[in-house]
């Protein structure tokens, strides 16, 4: 089996490629060798682009980031086929792709990676962003769960929501709460309507990322550096 590689401050590539009919933004270290991925879905018709900055983020740290733009997400039960396929495809969407990593994701992106989270033994951890609490089979989730809330989300309120997964699931977990942030704060932007909906983010949006950010890097070099 291949060694995966860990340093840090890595100069990357970006590219944007087509797979199963949906483009995919890779994030990747300008390395030769195989790198630990991070698969990543966003909330519900948010564009790839919204999370650039947490793929670059990532990948000058040594991961390969995937973020696809899934077509057709009014289809919504398709999303966790799409994420398993492109776990089976790794190989294909990127030679630089290691054999093991983690998934995120946003809002409903995030639900969507806990869902699948347990079908394939590549899959070392989640981090999810505001998730909201749908059903999943908790008894099933077996592998670090890293969970976010914002105290100021009115989208997926943390009461409602990130409070009920954390309290229910068994595995290893681990809650960040953002006082005064809110569910939009995980993006770079977002738009008019989006900022309707959502709380007021009583903070300032480049630290709202900068801790998320920060966590998400040591929740994957703890997790991924053990393997």
Known sequence: MLSLVYITGFDIEIKRIKFSGDYVDIYKPRETGKFPFVLFSGGMNSPSSRYASLGKFLAENGYVVIIPDYKG???????PFKILKILDNLEEIDSSIGNEGCLGGHSLGAYYSLLVSYKRSSIKCVFAFSPPALLLNYNKIKIPVLI?????????????????????????????????????GYMDRWDVV????DGHLSIKHEEQQKIVKDSVLMFLNEILKKH
């Open 73 to 79: 997400w009014l289809f919504l039960m398709s999303i």
């Open 148 to 184: 976010f809330a914002g105290t100021n989300d009115m989208i997926t309120k943390f009461e409602d929501n990130q409070k009920i997964i954390y309290e229910h699931l068994k595995t290893k977990k681990k809650l960040v709460v953002i006082d005064g942030g809110n569910h939009n």
């Open 194 to 197: 989006e900022a309707l909906t």
